[in-house]
């Protein structure tokens, strides 16, 4: 069974600090990792997606990759109250016509004004 | 705009009532997929179609079926709907095999009671 694991909060950060998110997975063989924010009642929206080790820098956000721990992060820096949602990390298997995603049950991220 | 289109947004069923969600996306993409989301349990896969004229179970296919009409269109149906199946849908599609690989785009779901 491949799995995704996350911590499920939830997180509450003051504004301006940074807000750091963490997922696990199983599946070894896994290399492209997807991080997607959800407000209440919305569907998911892609923010970030990494293949490689290291660090991926986007605007205010990073991810981060090691495979050899199998672990993946994002921080999310000057946090924003509009930051305020579920963000949801997901794992593609390395090969195959489909590729669907396996996702974790999510964080729930809580910015203060 | 582009993207993936789900009907209906909301639905009440009673039990044993049968249903048919609808999806369609117009990105000229190969794979579809039907998810489900309940409570802290996270999006769950029910099933999936690789390409057109292909399709196959995900992680909780049991009480739904599902068509890949055209390369554009991918139905799931409640053939006897359960309380058990209220829940959020949401149909989602891909670009495939290449890389990079970009992930989904989601349709804006399918809220389903079942009474």
């Known amino acids: 069974q491949k799995e995704v694991e996350q911590n499920s909060g939830p997180l509450s950060v003051p504004e301006g600090a940074i807000a750091s998110l963490n997922c696990t997975y199983s599946?070894?063989?896994?290399?492209?990792f997807f991080w997607y924010r959800q407000y209440s009642g919305k569907s998911p929206e892609l923010i970030m997606f990494i293949y490689s080790n290291g660090d991926k820098e986007d605007g205010r956000f990073t991810a981060q990759l090691n495979k050899a721990s199998q672990y993946v992060s994002l921080l999310i820096r000057d946090s924003q109250p509009s930051d305020s949602a579920t963000y949801l990390c997901a794992v593609a298997p390395p090969s195959g016509s489909a590729r669907q995603l396996t996702f974790g049950s999510g964080t729930q991220l809580t910015v203060l004004p | 705009n582009a993207g993936v289109t789900q009907t209906p947004k909301f639905q009440v069923l009673k039990t044993g009532q049968s249903m048919t969600l609808q999806c369609a996306q117009d990105?000229?993409?190969?794979?579809m997929y039907w998810y489900r989301q309940d409570p802290g349990m996270g999006l769950r896969l029910i099933y999936y179609s690789a390409s057109e004229g292909t399709t196959d179970k995900g992680e909780v296919p049991n009480g739904y079926n599902v068509s890949r009409l055209n390369k554009r269109e991918f139905s799931l149906r409640l053939e006897s709907a359960a309380p058990s199946q209220t829940s959020v849908y949401f149909c989602?599609?891909?670009?495939?095999?290449?890389?990079?690989?970009?992930?989904?785009?989601f349709g804006s779901g399918t809220r389903l009671t079942v009474v």
């Open positions: 599946d070894r063989g896994s290399q492209s």
């Open positions: 989602a599609s891909s670009g495939g095999a290449g890389i990079p690989y970009y992930g989904y785009t």
């Open positions: 990105m000229n993409h190969n794979s």
